[in-house]
């Protein structure tokens, strides 16, 4: 998006893993690098927005003129989201979130003793259906990673968390996705939807900020 185009705008970005704790020394997490979300904080920045990035554990520069929160677990991102989004005009979330966390974090190291190990998860709040709840809350973009169906999961998930927009990626595709330079996208809205083809990242963010901008204009009649 040209320069100027988000200008007065607040717009609130995740990005990147969450960190469940099982224990002082070991955690569970993913594979997402950050580089999608950062990519689109920088893009939604140089187009004149104000930008908030809620990041996961990454080892990414911060975007020049971003305002950037650090958190670890999915609680940490859904509290830091939720105390963002207040004023946000629009919410785009690139987080690769832990669906479920250890029940009970141990205090002490886990020791090795059994041949079997059993551990019990529970469900982590889901961040963007909170935001997507909100009454008159941000217009609010999606990602799906998936590695079937793409398109009938990320529709599913489009009408199920109540959202504006949603980006899928086919996380099968190899050189795309998780921690790679490049990405394509395939972005549904509730009139139509359109492929982003292979790119890299940074190119990506702008070309779907442009969709953005005009669904969120479409939508607010402006
Ligand atoms: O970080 P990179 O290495 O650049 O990789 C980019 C990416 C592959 C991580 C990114 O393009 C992507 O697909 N992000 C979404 C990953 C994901 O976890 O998708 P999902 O289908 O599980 O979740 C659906 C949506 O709900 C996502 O917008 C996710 O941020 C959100 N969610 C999920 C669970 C949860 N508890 N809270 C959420 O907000």
Redesign the pocket.
């Given at each position: 998006s040209a320069a100027g185009q988000f200008a007065g705008k607040h717009i609130v970005i995740?990005?990147?893993p969450t960190r469940e704790a099982l224990d002082p020394v070991r955690y569970i997490s993913n594979?997402?690098?950050?580089?999608?979300?950062f990519a689109i904080a920088e893009a939604a920045r140089a187009a004149g927005a104000s930008v908030t990035l809620i990041a996961g554990p990454v080892t990414l520069p911060t975007p020049a003129g971003c305002t950037r929160v650090d958190v670890l677990s999915?609680k940490d991102m859904h509290e830091a989201c939720m105390a963002a989004v207040g004023d946000a005009d629009i919410f785009i979330?690139?987080?690769?979130?832990?669906?479920y966390r250890a029940q009970d974090v141990q205090s002490q190291k886990i020791k090795k003793s059994n041949d079997e190990l059993t551990l019990t998860f529970v469900k982590?709040?889901?961040?963007?259906?909170s935001v997507s709840a909100l009454s008159s809350g941000p217009f609010t973009v999606?990602?799906?990673?998936?590695s079937t169906n793409v398109a009938d999961y990320a529709r599913d998930?489009l009408k199920r968390?109540n959202l504006d927009m949603i980006?899928a990626?086919d996380?099968t595709a190899s050189g795309l996705?998780?921690?790679?330079d490049n990405?394509a996208l395939h972005v549904f809205w509730a009139q139509g939807d359109k492929q982003l083809s292979a790119k890299p990242?940074k190119d990506l963010a702008t070309e779907l900020l442009g969709i953005v901008l005009e669904r969120y204009q479409y939508k607010n009649n402006n």
């Open positions: 995740t990005a990147g594979h997402s690098s950050g580089k999608m979300g999915a979330a690139t987080a690769a979130v832990a669906d982590n709040p889901d961040i963007l259906a999606g990602f799906a990673a998936e998930k968390k980006a990626n996380i996705g998780f921690n790679s990405n990242k």
